[in-house]
């Protein structure tokens, strides 16, 4: 019989984290373990990690939902699944029959990924792919806003590090300062083909958003994820006018049936979708949207949510899934300074899965013994 239990940690930023919506100083996480209680010693992990705002279910009451949620799981007198799945559809068939299917995405995903990683041993692997076969996954560097020096300086530090695409938030400063970042970028590493990505959290206003994206385009922008708020009338005809691309990510919060999802995607018409599987419904919500955009002929990529190297883990192998070689926001292993070690490293814009290297979750189980988990065939 399956059990579960819910474990709370809050992360600190290693450095002056801002967006558009404002500066962060730290991320509460919370773990949900779940072990079958023949073998309780093995255990599997998942992290429910909602972003204030953005996220439905963040905020006080989530603690309670998830102890109701670990509650329910035990009377529900559930068995392990048979071992060995290999794909999105066993996962989603599972919750179907067991009707576990969560209203909250951060929970939905937590659950998902518990549940694979005990299916697999317990040794944090999700699905044994490429990923974990040493085949990285090419990654995007993420500059976050600061002062116009603070800005430059991890531009410089990105490129130097190898990373050829770098995101970029905008629209939080002053419009002219963010230019002269872009601007400075094309004129230094005019050799180096950088690509440039552009994230404005919906805070272009509505009246200016097409006005300044054309002023953005002389910069040779890839795409700019979502310029104005989510749900305004104005998004169609933006999607369609815009000079540079534009990629959807707050749009799909809280779009949860297929057939929302496709009519959301044939109306608006996006060149992008940018998928979190924290706010996109988990793993299986995200495969849905990535099987509607194959469909429609609209390029995505995946991000984390600024979760912890637990949910990285598993949200860079889920990547790995699917044959893909566009860049992923999955570069954020280094924003904590008091993150879990792992065998995850940022290294040359690829995200690298060293399979010699441990676990040690001795501040989430601090009775326990850390874990020693390398990759078993």
């Known amino acids: 019989m399956l059990s579960a239990s819910i474990h709370k940690q809050v992360f600190q930023f290693a450095f002056a984290a801002r967006t558009s919506r404002g500066p962060m100083l730290d991320k509460t996480s919370w773990f949900i373990r779940l ?7 093995v255990y599997g992990l998942g992290e429910c990690g909602p972003l ?86 090419p990654i995007n560097g993420l ?63 509505k009246e200016e958003a097409l006005q300044k994206i054309h002023s953005l385009k002389r910069f040779q922008v890839h795409s700019i994820e979502q310029p104005i708020k989510p749900g305004l009338p104005e998004m169609e005809q933006l999607c369609l006018e ?22 959301l995607l044939k109306k608006l018409k996006p060149q992008f979708i940018i998928l979190k599987p924290t706010l996109h419904g988990g793993l299986i919500g995200c495969d849905e949207w990535i099987q509607l955009a194959q469909k429609l002929n609209i390029g995505w990529w995946i991000t984390s949510a600024l979760e912890s190297n637990i949910g990285l883990n598993a949200i860079a192998q889920f990547t790995s899934q699917y044959t893909t070689n566009i860049p992923h926001g999955l570069g954020t292993g280094q924003i904590y300074t008091n ?23 001795t501040s989430l189980f601090p009775d326990e013994a850390v874990e020693s988990l390398y990759l078993k065939d």
């Open 35 to 41: 072990w079958d209680d023949a073998r309780p010693e």
């Open 52 to 137: 204030a705002i953005l996220s439905k279910e963040h905020g006080p009451e989530l603690e309670v939902v998830l102890n109701e949620f670990a509650s329910d799981l035990q009377s529900k007198k559930l068995s392990l699944p048979i071992q060995g799945w290999t794909n999105i559809l066993e996962l989603r068939d599972f919750f179907i029959l067991n009707t576990i299917h969560q209203k909250y995405s951060s929970i939905q995903l937590a659950f998902e990924t518990a549940l694979l990683d005990l299916i697999n041993g317990g040794t944090r692997i999700i699905f044994r792919n490429r990923f974990i076969s040493q085949t990285p996954i």
């Open 143 to 205: 500059v976050w806003m600061g002062g116009l020096d603070f800005m430059l300086q991890q531009v410089e530090i990105k490129i130097r590090d190898g990373y050829r695409c770098v995101k970029l938030k905008v629209g939080g400063l002053d419009f002219e300062k963010e230019c002269d970042v872009l601007q400075y970028i094309r004129r230094k590493y005019f050799r180096e083909n950088i690509e440039i990505r552009l994230d404005a959290n919906g805070a272009f206003k």
């Open 242 to 263: 815009s000079p540079i691309p534009i990629a959807f990510d707050e749009e799909l919060i809280g779009i949860d049936t297929a057939i929302q999802k496709e009519e």
């Open 339 to 361: 993150n879990f070690s792992s065998p995850l490293l940022a290294k040359k814009g690829f995200l690298h899965y060293q399979s010699n290297e441990t676990w040690d979750l």
